[in-house]
Every structure is written in C-alpha cells, then in structure tokens.
T-cell receptor
C-alpha cells in the first residue's frame, strides 16, 4: 500500500530534550515536506526536500532541522524543543508538479512540549 | 503573495442537505492547483478534490464538487447530500507554479452536520 508513515503518532516531552519524528514513504517520491498545524493558522510548511541531499527552509523553520540521506526518509529533528513547538505535525510526499496525483500526507504526529 | 482565505470558521448543515464551503485565493502565477482536504477529529488529512488552473471543467468526485470561478479567484467546495460523517474540519490549499509542491493552506472551516 502506498503510504507515508510517521512515527510516533503522539509524543509528550520536556523542554530542551532532543527528539526526532521519523517520516518514510514507499512511493519513490522526489518531494517531501514537513508542515505544522496550529489552531486558526492552518498548516504551514517547515522544511522541504526536492531530492536526496537537497533541503530548504519553508515558512516556519526556526527550531527545526531535517535531513534527506535516502530518498524514502525525511526525519524532523527538534534539537531543543520549546513549548511553542507544541503542535500537530504532518509529513507529506509527492512527485514534483504532478497535479494532485500522489500527493500524500502521513497520519500526523501530535507533539506536546511541557 | 500567494494566499488562501476561508472566511467561514464554522458551518452547520442538516443531514441530506447541500452545503458550500467558501475559498478564495490570491496568486499572480497563471499555473496553480487548488486542493480541498477533510480533517476528521482523528487528525489525518484526507484528500477530497483537485482543480488545476487550466482545467476547463469544474472538478467533481462523488458528492464533492468544486465551483471554480477563475475570474473571481474562488474555489468553493460543494458537498451534496450531507452525511453525519461529513462533520470535520475542511481545508482549502493552493500549489503555485510547476516547480514546487509546497501547499499554502487556508485556516479551515469546521462543518457540523446535524440530523
């Protein structure tokens, strides 16, 4: 089954404790990105990658890191999480510029930083 | 700058009735795509329907149709014969240009369907 797999689904952590949210896709998509969703703001892009070893900032990159060492994986790293990073996070992947075909979201990761 | 506006924070509709969720967009690029997603309380993003800027006909997918008015820059979602399971948050999103897959999202409309 074609899918984007995010882990974990739920995470509660403490301020300053480094964490990684994993994202993996099995569709050989070139493009992968991370979004965060906050009430009243919709989803906003954090980082994106157009292929292996090619990453760039989205609209809200502060406090996050990413890497793309393999085509299928695109982890999101919070080196020192803070309470304002409490949010619902989505990973997404697609073939670049192919309409709606194959644009796939993961199931989301609900992160709480206390 | 590209922008998506959803002016209805919440909507109510009775079961079996039709409902229209509004979405306007702003872009200067002639090539763009418009998406609608449904987000139930479980949180996942469910793709509903897509309209490309060069598509001649309005998109339809089952009970969902997109009322695309290019000159007015609107892309309203019409849900016919509402069902209780349609109660969810609905997001309109736009991808601008052929060289990015970044989606710009609106703030969403919460739809509640009552019996």
């Amino acid at each position: 089954e074609a899918q984007v797999t995010q882990n974990p689904r739920y995470l509660i952590t403490v301020t300053g404790k480094k964490l990684t949210v994993t994202c993996s896709q099995n569709m050989n998509h070139e493009y992968m990105s991370w979004y965060r969703q906050d009430p009243g703001l919709g989803l906003r892009q954090i980082y994106y990658s157009m292929n292996v070893e090619v990453t760039d900032k989205g609209d809200v990159p502060e406090g996050y890191k990413v890497s793309r060492k393999e085509k299928r994986n695109f982890p999101l790293i919070l080196e020192s999480p803070s309470p304002n990073q409490t949010s619902l996070y989505f990973c997404a992947s697609s073939f670049l510029g192919q309409g709606a075909d194959g644009y796939t979201f993961g199931s989301g990761t609900r992160l709480t930083v206390v | 700058a590209q922008k998506i506006t959803q002016t209805q924070p919440g909507m109510f509709v009775q079961e079996k009735e039709a409902v229209t969720l509004d979405c306007t967009y702003d872009t200067s690029d002639p090539s763009y795509g418009l998406f609608w997603y449904k987000q139930p309380s479980s949180g996942e993003m469910i793709f509903l329907i897509y309209q490309g800027s060069y598509d001649q006909q309005n998109a339809t997918e089952g009970r969902y149709s997109l009322n695309f008015q290019k000159a007015r820059k609107s892309a309203n979602l019409v849900i016919s014969a509402s069902q209780l399971g349609d109660s969810a948050m609905y997001f309109c999103a736009m991808r601008e240009g052929p060289n990015t897959d970044k989606l710009i999202f609106g703030t969403g409309t919460r739809l509640q369907v009552f019996p």
